[in-house]
T-cell receptor, first 115, second 113 residues
């Protein structure tokens, strides 16, 4: 069975601070995909990134960056120079080869960015 | 490019009633997945429809059923509602049965009294 753990339930930072959201996953499959989604108060899950198990390159997109380390089964997400608009709940998710396209989500991390 | 749409946005029902939620996938997508998100938790997979058939199912009772139409839109039906069915129901669409990214709709907030 697959499992995703987001140990940080809530993080509060002041605007312009950098913040890292942790994600640890468990799977016995060698082929899998990892995702990050953002859920603002409106409720809709907004896709941020997808990474497959064979690509450990870190990725940067503007103020967002992701660090994928298979050795520690982690896929962490960093926001640089946080802004109030970054306030949301962030979810890490996993899909594996023997479970089709079903997403297994972590419990989410609520990020509050104060002005 | 139309995104995933869901209706209704909010719904209030009483225990024992039945409810139908609707979803239209993103333009060009043919696969629809449904998730239940209880307050303060991550979404839980209910089932997935592709080619008008249920292809995968999560750990949900038979009270939860669905349907996919030829135009790829989908319905989620829940019978004999329980208080614990109160949640945000999210629909996601994707292309094919592979690892394509799922794009989510705004959800339907269901309250069971």
């Amino acid at each position: 069975a697959q499992k995703v753990t987001q140990a940080q339930t809530e993080i509060s930072v002041v605007e312009k601070e950098d913040v890292t959201l942790d994600c640890v996953y468990e799977t016995r499959d060698t082929t899998y995909y990892l995702f990050w989604y953002k859920q603002p108060p409106s409720g809709e899950l907004v896709f941020l990134i997808r990474r497959n198990s064979f690509d450990e390159q870190n990725e940067i997109s503007g103020r967002y960056s992701w660090n994928f380390q298979k050795s520690t089964s982690s896929f962490n997400f960093t926001i640089t120079a946080s802004q109030v608009v970054d306030s949301a709940v962030y979810f890490c998710a996993l899909s594996v080869s023997n479970a089709g396209n079903m997403l297994t989500f972590g419990g989410g991390t609520r990020l509050m960015v104060k002005p | 490019d139309a995104g995933v749409t869901q209706s209704p946005t909010h719904l209030i029902k009483t225990r024992g009633q039945q409810v139908t939620l609707r979803c239209s996938p993103k333009s060009g997508h043919d696969t629809v997945s449904w998730y239940q998100q209880a307050l303060g938790q991550g979404p839980q997979f209910i089932f997935q429809y592709y080619e008008e058939e249920e292809r995968q199912r999560g750990n949900f009772p038979d009270r939860f059923s669905g349907h996919q139409f030829p135009n790829y839109s989908s319905e989620l039906n829940v019978n004999a509602l329980l208080l614990g069915d109160s949640a945000l129901y999210l629909c996601a669409s994707s292309l094919g049965r592979g690892y394509e990214t799922q794009y989510f709709g705004p959800g339907t907030r269901l309250l069971v009294l």
